[in-house]
């Protein structure tokens, strides 16, 4: 009898379930090698409840996508895809937010730039 631990069996079975896909004809996505470099971003204006960004273009870019985390509670904002490269968001409850902006090229994203904490009265 073999004793076979708990992650052993993940991995047998995740190994399976591949073998299982490529016999059946799916294979894996080819690589992708995406040169997308990410936004250097500038806070352009700040009032009491709203923010405006602004960004250089980054070369081979199709869009960028720009989302916030408000601290207090955990919220996530919705991803606003924009082609520009300025943003602004108005009308924000008060507190403590980070800003997040990523470029988009082809399907492919770049790494992430954040905001230091901006803080809404």
């Known amino acids: 009898m073999f004793i076979v631990s ?3 069996k993940q991995v047998l079975a995740a190994f399976v379930f591949v073998l299982g896909l490529l016999a059946t ?4 996505p080819p690589a992708m090698d995406c040169n ?5 971003v ?5 009032t ?9 273009a980054v070369s ?3 869009s960028y996508e720009v989302w916030y985390v408000k601290r207090e509670g955990g919220f996530t904002s919705q991803p606003v895809t924009t082609s520009g490269t300025t943003t602004s968001f108005n009308n924000l409850p008060a507190g ?9 090229c082809g399907g492919e994203g770049s790494n992430i730039s954040i905001t230091e ?3 809404m009265c």
């Open 6 to 8: 708990k992650q052993a």
């Open 25 to 28: 004809g799916f294979s894996a």
């Open 36 to 40: 997308c470099d990410s936004p250097t």
């Open 42 to 46: 500038t806070t352009t204006s700040q």
């Open 48 to 56: 009491s409840n709203s923010v405006a960004f602004s960004w250089g």
């Open 60 to 62: 081979g870019a199709t």
């Open 96 to 104: 403590t937010y980070k800003f997040y902006f990523k470029t988009v």
């Open 117 to 119: 904490d901006l803080i």
